[in-house]
């Protein structure tokens, strides 16, 4: 019952204000040693394994979304008071092969307010790209979306 426990972890803990942080912070995933393909916290994001790389989709309190009611006004732990949560936008975080987080165009490590089209670009793009580096790609289909 690893989920339950995680559940009941969180609960009894002192939770922080995580309104400004971003999936890097809120996630802290490694992508080495891990045993999950699939992984979800909080009820506001998930990562996948993709061809080797790991990609996280954020749609959390926090992150950067679209709705500035979830991403300024909502609590951390709000979505998991929800048993639906939800929106239009997404933050998007992605590793390569190595375990380490890639850099964007914008010199982060995660780009936000991604519609859901364009995620599904992203996640082609890794199950395509063979053994090229993906990064050019990806940065080309985060900013063909504006």
Known sequence: MKIQSYIYRVKIEKMEDLKFKTAIDVVQHSNSKKDEAFQCNNNSN????????RISVAFGPGMYVNDKDIRYKSDYDTPMTFRVWGTDS????????NGNSITWDNGDQV????????????????VNCGDEDPVNALNQIYNAQF
């Open 111 to 126: 780009v936000g307010w991604c519609k859901s089209d364009t995620v599904a670009r992203f996640i082609s793009c890794l």
């Open 46 to 53: 998930f990562q996948m394994d993709i061809n080797g790389f």
């Open 90 to 97: 997404a933050e998007v975080m992605i590793w390569d092969r």
